[in-house]
């Protein structure tokens, strides 16, 4: 079974910047990593995501895009967020998610992890 162990959530100022950090272990084979996010009272969104093939195509949220960076070292199994220009609005829990190989990348994540907290104070 597949495991997603986030790392790098927090507090900061508005402005600010934070790394996250998400590393798979699992024997299925993946084909996409990415983020999520949800904050209180609000849907589910997809933050950013990125296939693991050499390529590396990547898709962003529309919230997020010319701020937050994705990218994938393929020989640590391991996905970061870098997350620039913080806003309040961008306060939620971020959770880790992956494709497994044979889904549609951009559908649905078949596996996730338990959730990092990030604020961001004004």
């Known amino acids: 079974q597949e495991h997603l162990v986030e790392s790098g959530g927090g507090s900061v100022q508005a402005g600010g910047s934070l790394r996250l950090s998400c590393a798979a272990s699992?024997?299925?084979?993946?084909?996409?990593l990415g983020w999520y996010r949800q904050a209180p009272g609000k849907q589910r969104e997809l933050v950013a995501k990125?296939?693991?093939?050499?390529?590396?195509?990547?898709i962003y949220g529309n919230s997020v895009q010319g701020r937050f960076i994705i990218s994938i070292n393929n020989a640590k199994n391991t996905v970061y967020l870098q997350m620039n220009n913080l806003k309040p609005d961008d306060t939620a829990v971020y959770y880790c998610?992956?494709?497994?190989?044979?889904?549609?990348?951009?559908?649905?994540?078949?596996?996730w992890g338990q959730g990092t907290q990030v604020t961001v104070s004004s």
């Open positions: 990125i296939t693991t093939i050499s390529t590396a195509n990547r």
């Open positions: 699992g024997r299925v084979p993946i084909n996409a």
């Open positions: 998610a992956a494709n497994r190989r044979g889904s549609t990348w951009t559908g649905e994540p078949d596996v």
